[in-house]
């Protein structure tokens, strides 16, 4: 009896031990399902009721997210499954927990129209960056809505907008520096002191060969550039698939996007990015980015190789600290790269995530990401009236998070 009595205390020691190593893995941070909406609405609330949900709200998940100094949560809707949603970019009303989003369109529903001049009003946003410094906004426009084979002329650009007024500061085309059928405008990250912008260019439209490339944005001479055309460090991984919950996605017509989430360190010195279908992350000194008369072979000789992540990614943010954090698609959580000590680290993950996409920094220092099930809804497999569009939060300064 005291034999058996032994042998299940060391299997239960073993367990226990297990765990706590498991959990000291990840950090012991936990995840907690901030808010969980039933589609998207752009309709006013009434009498504090829930607003009525857009008719296609399937059509319509949130992808991007961002925060201002105060807080303010602003969204990106892409029009990648239809163009019928009346704005790609708006403001979010965190204060409703559940259903539909309450969004208001920014800078207007005329300036979202997509038939209105197509270099003016902001047609496709997946990616854009909230300016604290600045009190700006830097709308990335792909250009391109569902149903179309090309983006119109001028419709490739960056829109710089005032927050408060939601006027155009600066316009910025980018037709010459991205292809109006093969191009993927992804992704950017702003160097808020220098006014320089960093644009990832997924090349999908283009896949299997994809037109990676990574294009640099000065805001005060208005000026773009293109470099590392078609890199292999941008470039889809071969023999790689894009994995989440356990399955391949889109298996028979697989995922193929390069060059996805990009993040600056906090003074900017430094680049990181992911790849979507690959597994590892990169980084570059910006100092050679920014120098025009560096060629790719200088810039190439420079970048840095992070390692593995540990499975197929999405979105990245640094923290003040310089810490990268990288949403993982394929283990339904956060990844941890600390610069300093060199190590990569799942540090949260739930089951109950559905494609985590872009990570933002609320200003109280934890970190919020979206989760919108994007691959299913690319796919056409979610039913009208099943969308569940969440933010997902993770405290980052060891203290339990609020519910507001």
Known sequence: MRHHSFRFAALALAALLHHQQAAHAADGLPLERWRSY????????????????????????????????????????????????PATLSRLDTRAETGPARLTAFPSISGNAVAAAPQDSLRNVLGFHVDRRNGWLWALDMGFVAGEAEAPAGAQKVLVLDLKSGRTVKRIALDGVADR??????????????????????????APANMVGLIVVDFASGEARRVLDRHPSLQIEPGVKVVSHGAEVWPGNPLLLGINGITLSPDARTLYWTVTTGTRARSVPTSVLRDAASSDEQIASAIRDLGAVGGNTDGIVTDTKGRLYITDVTRNGIVKYDPRSRTMSLIASDDGVQWPDTPAILPDGDLVFTSSALNNHFAGSVKSGEERYEL?????????????
Request: without cysteine; charged residues 25%.
């Open 181 to 206: 059928k093969g191009s993927f405008l992804n992704d950017i990250a702003v160097d808020e002191r220098r006014r320089i912008a960093y644009i990832s260019d997924s090349g999908m439209r283009s």
């Open 392 to 404: 997902w939060r993770l405290p980052l300064n060891g203290r339990k998070t609020k519910a507001n």
């Open 38 to 85: 039933a589609g998207v609405s752009w309709e006013p609330s009434k009498d504090g009721k829930d607003p009525a949900p857009f008719a296609t709200s399937v059509s319509a998940p949130i992808a991007g997210l961002h925060f201002d100094a105060r807080g303010t949560a602003y969204v990106s809707t892409p029009r990648l499954v239809s163009a019928s949603a």
